[in-house]
């Protein structure tokens, strides 16, 4: 069974810091990597991809992969409120048309 | 629009009614893809399309669900004799191709409760 997880939180960080949302995966096949943030009664909105070892940055957000340890995260710098929702990771399932979903990471960004 | 297009964003039905959601893809956009989700769960993968052929159906919870699309574009899913347990958000997403290495982006969903 492969599996994405990721921790429910919440992860409660002060406004302008820095939030580390990790999501690790099972697939060793798997070559994308999305994440998702989808605020309450929202649908999934894409925020970033990567496809590559290292560092992927835009705007606040960076995605970071190690395929060899199966781990990716979102780092968000300097936090706001509007950050707040909930962080789906996705991996691609090596060999199919599919993602497999974590179920994702709340995030609450304090004021 | 430019993006994923679904309607309605809501319906309330009585049990036992049949139900049809739609989904316009991205233009462009040869794959279409329809998931669940519960209340406070995760996303459901319910069923792909690539063209107008969907070939796994496999994620469809019972005989009463189907999905069809034509002309490469609208989707729509049918829920017969619905239950309670349909209750959900059901959301479409589209990409370039099927491909599991393509982005996903998803619509605004349709909010199904069934009395």
């Known amino acids: 069974q492969k599996e994405v997880e990721q921790n429910s939180g919440p992860l409660s960080v002060p406004e302008g810091a820095i939030a580390s949302l990790n999501c690790t995966y099972s697939?060793?096949?798997?070559?994308?990597f999305f994440w998702y943030r989808q605020y309450s009664g929202k649908s999934p909105e894409l925020i970033m991809f990567i496809y590559s070892n290292g560092d992927k940055e835009d705007g606040r957000f960076t995605a970071q992969l190690n395929k060899a340890s199966q781990y990716v995260s979102l780092l968000i710098r300097d936090s706001q409120p509007s950050d707040s929702a909930t962080y789906l990771c996705?991996?691609?399932?090596?060999?199919?048309?599919?993602?497999?979903f974590g179920t994702g990471t709340r995030l609450k960004v304090l004021a | 629009g430019a993006g994923v297009s679904q309607s309605p964003s809501n319906k309330v039905t009585e049990k036992g009614k049949d139900v049809e959601l739609r989904c316009d893809p991205i233009s462009g956009h040869t794959a279409l893809y329809w998931y669940r989700q519960s209340l406070g769960q995760g996303l459901e993968f319910l069923i792909y399309f690539q063209g107008n052929s969907a070939p796994d159906k496999s994620g469809l919870p019972s005989d009463r669900f189907s999905a069809e699309r034509t002309g490469g574009s609208v989707s729509t899913l049918t829920i017969q004799r619905t239950q309670q347990e349909d209750s959900a958000v059901y959301l479409c997403?589209?990409?370039?191709?099927?491909?599991?290495?393509?982005?996903?982006?998803f619509g605004d969903g349709t909010r199904l409760s069934i009395l």
């Open positions: 697939d060793r096949g798997s070559q994308s």
């Open positions: 996705a991996v691609s399932d090596s060999g199919t048309y599919k993602y497999i």
């Open positions: 997403a589209s990409s370039l191709v099927a491909d599991s290495n393509q982005p996903q982006h």
